[in-house]
């Protein structure tokens, strides 16, 4: 086998260097979330989220510019935290300001991608857990700003843990809990519609379920499902008592200023998908017979 394809040699040489390993993790992770952070942006604009109308100007490729003056943005302000902290913030040309959340973002996706690679180490399920997670970063982001879960996003993390899960041996538990997440999901999403008398069905949402039962197994959906709810419930319940104060105005969208907003569902089902890859085993519940393989 050519070395550089050798996982047991890339094991022992990470085993050499203990905290390498986490290194790499954090640095890809900064990056990686500088990268989603210009897919938040664009993404939306070029599919017409907001306006309707797609706009075929927008490349996710081109270099970034400040929106203020249209200066063309440094290497060096492109380095994740520390180009913003270089700058203090600002636009190292018109001095306008460049929103906390990007580096808060490219910081957490450093510290959680490091925490994951201290948990499974420079393995087969590490490297699953990484994309997990980097994955669930995107989808969360994407959600929260626009209420919107590209297929792009979502898909190949299902397709992949529909194959190759490490997290559930078992291919047909793995498609039992992909049904199973995602109907439920669809199930109590529709009861809620009905009872509020709005469409409260998010095809997105469905497909977030779904990925995470495909990855989990059957053993981990009923505590996916649990967490899921908690999650959604801390963030939700007082976002939903602000808007009622605020108005329209608290709304992400101006299509969705008619109904009681209260967040979008992403975020929490992807802290669930990971909280259940972090524990594992100590989540599992019994399978029942007629559900096993």
Request: charged content about 10%; some cysteine.
């Amino acid at each position: 086998m050519t070395p550089i394809l050798d996982a047991s040699a890339w094991q022992d040489f990470f085993a050499s260097f203990p905290g390498l390993w986490p290194a790499v993790a954090a640095a890809a992770g900064a990056v990686l979330a500088s990268f989603f952070g210009v897919l938040v942006d664009r993404l939306p604009l070029a599919e017409g989220l907001r306006t309707g109308v797609p706009d075929m100007s927008v490349n996710l490729w081109t270099p970034s510019r400040c929106p203020h003056c249209g200066t063309r943005i440094s290497a060096l302000a492109l380095v994740p935290v520390l180009g913003w902290l270089i700058h203090r913030g600002r636009c190292f040309r018109c001095g306008a300001k460049v929103p906390w959340a990007y580096p808060a973002m490219e910081a957490f996706s450093a510290a959680a991608s490091a925490a994951v690679a201290c948990r499974f180490g420079p393995c087969g399920p590490g490297l699953a857990a990484l994309s997990l997670l980097w994955g669930c970063i995107a989808i969360s982001w994407m959600d929260w700003r626009e209420h919107w879960i590209p297929d792009g996003f979502a898909v190949p993390l299902l397709l992949a843990g529909l194959v190759a899960s490490p997290f559930e041996a078992t291919p047909l538990m793995r498609s039992e809990a992909l049904a199973l997440c995602a109907g439920l999901v669809w199930i109590l999403s529709a009861a809620v519609g009905a009872r509020r008398r709005i469409d409260a069905v998010s095809g997105g949402d469905i497909m977030l379920a779904g990925l995470a039962g495909a990855w989990l197994g059957v053993a981990l959906a009923a505590p996916f499902l649990l967490i899921t709810a908690a999650a959604y419930v801390a963030y939700a319940v007082p976002l939903h008592l602000a808007f009622s104060r605020v108005g329209s105005a608290g709304a992400p969208r101006e299509d969705m200023e008619d109904v009681a907003y209260s967040g979008p569902m992403g975020p929490a089902l992807c802290a669930s998908l990971m909280v259940c890859v972090w524990f594992g085993p100590a989540l599992a519940l019994p399978v029942p017979a007629w559900l096993g393989p």
